[in-house]
């Protein structure tokens, strides 16, 4: 039975009974299933508490994070580390960070019976996400949110977090994969396979270019959030602000220009990384200006030139970056992905080695766009 469908399963009881174990103050009331991740199974508690009617209960995928722990680990410190920043500093307008809601054993997780590993974080009231932008007013506030998060964790030492995936978003790795299975490919060489084989061979050496940068020492190592996509940007329902970044699993150290450059692609593709027409996808250079001066406005306390240098690289590289991982995981037979038919990751990649062609035909007026908002 898979981790899904074992969860369908689960009776309200239980679930009552595993969320009491993290409900200190009030009784709960209801347990229902929230959101619509892929990884983890998320539930909304309700409690008949006055001061916090909600809470989030996730149930941790360990097919995913295998050390679910270092998860824990994590989150402890970065949130409590930014909640400090916060009391010394206090902004000029609404911003919260989620916190980890600890056991009545006082413990930052809890092991049902079966052994999955439970957890429970603070929710985050009268906010709002969306899995598109609705326009390009939205642009400046995904930015801010992202550059907001950066910031405050911008002096916490990155050797003070565990690396929860090793290897996730380090692009030379995914291109040693690709080329490993490359040779054991069975798929039919149409006329799109080739292509994407053609494009990946004529981008072979950009793919350490941020690596390099790194172990060169131009570009510093620094904690990054790991999935910076518009639906994980909380906006307050009354002002329309961003005011949370949430799906915190992945912060780990790394480079934040695999961040900016994953924001700014899933921001400025208008037709969205599953459309069927792949020639159409078009970078919108109006939504990355705003995407980067909402991010820079904030961001650029802790950024040095040669962060500024690498921007225009981190753009196009991930957008490269997923297109790459698409087209392994088709020439493998579609195993790590999921796939709705299968030619689904093919499709995928067309998509984002289009985007990557359409960033890279506009590298000087997105370069120039980067000159403007510093």
Known sequence: ?????????????????????????????????????????????????????????????????????????NMCIFTEHIRKRLEQKPLNRRW??????????????????????????????????????GDRSQAPEVGYALGMFHNLISDLPPEKLADTLEGFHITPRYLQHYNEVLPKTTVKRTPEVNYCLQFVSDRQLFASTLEDAKAAGKLPLRLMHGDPKINNVMFDTATGLAVSVIDLD????????????????????????????WESVTFDTETCQGILQGYLAVAKAFMTENDYAYIYDAIRLIAFELGLRFFADYLAGNVYFKVKHPEHNLARALVQFALTKSIESQETAIRAIIQDVK
């Open 1 to 73: 039975m898979s981790i899904i469908e074992d969860i369908k399963t689960q009776s309200t009881d239980n679930l009552v009974s595993i969320a009491e174990q993290f409900a200190l103050q009030g009784e709960v009331t209801s347990v229902q299933a929230f959101g619509s991740g892929n990884i983890n199974d998320t539930f909304l508690v309700n409690i008949n508490s006055l001061e916090n009617q909600n809470f989030v209960l996730q149930r941790i995928n360990t097919q995913v994070f295998r050390q679910p722990q270092l998860i824990m680990h």
């Open 96 to 133: 919260e960070v989620p916190s980890v809601l600890l056991t009545k054993n006082a413990q930052d997780h809890w092991r049902d019976a079966d052994g999955s590993f439970w957890r429970a974080i603070s929710f985050i009231a009268g906010s709002q996400s969306f899995d598109t932008m």
């Open 250 to 277: 992945t912060v780990k150290p790394g480079l934040v220009h695999y961040d900016i450059g994953d924001c700014l692609r899933s921001g400025c593709n208008p037709v969205g990384e599953e459309t069927e027409d």
